[in-house]
């Protein structure tokens, strides 16, 4: 009896330990997040300076720092698919001091394309969606093909001579599935940065490429590539005379975008108060005259749940496409 009373006296301890543990913890939670932030903040961006995801990052660090009051760092760590950048997040401390500005590769594509990443889609705690953009195929502008249907046909004429440019994996798998789509036999032809999958279609070294508008801006505005379609589901205003994919009849309605994200578990107020100051810094005449400079409509309207589901959702579908196709990245 002493026995079995002793034993319920070292269980009841325990338990009242842990649970003075856990109020303290919350407690400790709680004060952080009403006082964040009283410390610089860092966005982390998977890509080199210059780019829309890094022009997009700075933005916002711009219009943060005097609503934070708070010094707001855009540090660059690109590489290998951006996974470097995202694993440094999702290895971050939970505390709304360290965030990505995450892309649709490094948070949707990855997923499909390699068979093993050193972060889970649930490391991540998204606050808002920022930005999106279209793709647009180009071909060279003395290409024969006034139009897509022609370029198809010309490549299920002549496989051997029809190829196309793609600076990554996520491209890869896009422009497979516009094969798939058309029955066309376009084949695969790697470069390093989108630029140069754009200066391949200048030169003639490729026959097309499906790429994001920005890029795709330089060689149209330099007159040696021409616009065939847009992957959006309505017309770009830079491009009111080329298509929609869907206009065609072609199932390659794509979107890519840009978002912010923070670590798994940061506080729901952290991630509120970041998502309140996105949202109303996306919707200011500013934010839309310089991201659409890039081929970027921002987002102002997307609330983390939203967001979440539709990462969820473009999972499965690429995951799905990335099977078909055979398209891997290791």
Known sequence: MTHATTGLGRATKTLLALTCLATSMGASMGATAAQWPDKPITIIVGYAPGGANDVIARFLAEKLQPVLKQTVIVENRAGVASIIGAQAVARAKPDGYTLLMGASGPMVFNHALYSKLPYKPTDFAPISLTGTFPLVLIANKDDPARNVKELVEASIRNPERSNYGASAASFQLITELFNEATGAKFSHIGYKGSMESVTAVMSKTVSMTIIDAGPAATGINSGKAKPLAVTSAERMKQYPDVPTMKELGIDATITLWSGLF???????????????????????????????????TPVASSSPAQFSDQIDSEIVRWKEAARRSGVKAD
């Open 262 to 296: 923070a670590p798994a578990n940061t506080p729901p107020e952290i991630v509120k108060r970041l998502h309140a100051e996105v949202e109303r810094i996306a919707a200011t005449p500013e934010a839309r005259q310089r991201l659409e400079a890039l081929g970027v």
